[in-house]
């Protein structure tokens, strides 16, 4: 049966990454040998990295003035990476959601952070607006998908200190002006890649303004030197990395990609909204594109293992919503085709006449 893979990370990649990857592991640019024996210092590797580096600052726009890493210790590690490298006394954080509050809780590690709004007051179902951003914190944190609850902030913030973002999960979704953020940064393996490879966009600029002696690894500077060859870098996620650019590059690159992304969000949405058996759990406006949370509509809340089983049996594959919301979660990244949409859809609807 053919499985449509829902799972919110590691997630959907598209045939092309998956296919060209386990060739490479097999024979890796016609060498002979596999991309997992291969030294990262070979002139073949050396051109993987070269490339992905390239075809991730082409696709993006990225102006001059700006590095692009790829590092391992998912974003987890940035979380202090970046206090690290731009805090001095205070920063400032939005909480949207768990992510937000780890990331603040490595700043917090490191001084004063300001957590200038929060939505925790309603489960992180929305995204907080008006708030005030201190002019003196060294930065301003955001987490602009909330893959866990299903919110996201859709512009780009025009503001008056550095402005950081963990685009994990919805990197490479939309149209995106660089030039707005000081460091976008992101675990590969929710729109690009398998684990093991995240990717850090910093403005060279804003680097070497702190006191404190950072450790050689964590230090950014380190990395852009070397790029990104300071130490083995995750060879393989790499390689799969410039396979899903590449991939990016030959479907019409971002501006189509969001065109899509729009079409299969706005597909799931009016199903729920339609459905009365659903009701989706995130205030309209803040909808994500990637990842759509709903739950049993009130009075229906019975139905919802045999929903899950239901759809289960028709091949959909990780749709359980996180525990921290219940219900379901379906994650549409980059590449879900409209067609998998069209089918948890249809599930959606057949469940709603079989009962
Ligand atoms: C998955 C995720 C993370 C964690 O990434 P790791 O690479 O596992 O550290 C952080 N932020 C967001 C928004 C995520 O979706």
Redesign the pocket.
């Known amino acids: 049966m053919k499985k449509y893979n829902f799972y ?2 590691p997630s959907i990649l598209p045939q092309y990454t998956i296919k060209n990857t386990a060739e490479a592991i097999l024979d890796f640019a016609g060498t002979g040998l596999s991309l997992m024996e291969i030294s990262h210092r070979s002139k073949e590797f050396v051109a993987v990295m070269d490339e992905a580096t390239a075809l991730f600052k082409d696709l993006l726009n990225i102006p001059e003035g700006y590095s692009v890493l790829f590092l391992g ?5 940035q979380f202090a990476m970046i206090p690290f490298n731009l805090m001095n006394k205070k920063t400032a954080y939005l909480n949207t959601g768990a ?1 937000s509050k ?1 990331a603040i809780k490595e700043a917090q590690k490191m001084g004063e952070v300001d957590v200038v709004a929060s939505s925790e007051d309603k489960n992180f179902n929305y995204i907080p607006k008006n708030y005030t951003i201190p002019e003196d914190a060294d930065y301003f944190h955001i ?1 602009t ?4 609850y299903g919110t996201e902030i859709k512009e780009d913030f025009d503001i008056n200190i550095p402005l950081v973002a ?1 685009m ?2 919805d990197i490479f979704s939309r149209p995106l002006d660089v030039s707005k953020y000081a460091i976008i940064y ?2 590969a ?2 729109n690009l890649a398998p ?1 093991g490879v ?1 990717f850090v966009i910093v403005k060279d600029e804003l680097l070497g303004k702190v006191e404190r002696d950072i450790p050689t690894m964590l230090d950014y500077r380190t990395h852009i030197k070397k790029e990104s060859m300071f130490n083995t870098p995750p060879c393989v996620p790499v390689y799969a990395a410039l396979q899903t650019l590449k991939w990016l590059k030959n479907n019409g690159g971002i501006e189509e990609m969001y065109k899509k992304n729009i079409k299969k969000a706005d597909l799931l949405y009016n199903e729920i909204d339609r459905n009365p058996l659903f009701v989706g759990t995130v205030a309209k406006e803040d909808r994500s594109i990637m990842n759509v949370c709903f739950v049993m509509s009130e009075g229906n809340e019975k139905y919802e293992k045999e929903f899950f089983e239901f759809a289960s049996s028709k091949g959909m594959v990780g749709i359980k919503g996180h525990r921290s919301v219940g219900g379901f979660r379906a994650s549409i990244y980059n590449a879900m085709p409209y067609e998998s949409v069209e089918a948890f859809v249809q599930v959606m609807k057949d469940f709603k006449n079989k009962i």
């Open positions: 919110a990370g210790g998912g974003a987890s590690t992510w780890k987490t998908n909330n893959t866990i963990d994990s999960s992101g675990g393996q929710k684990a995240t």
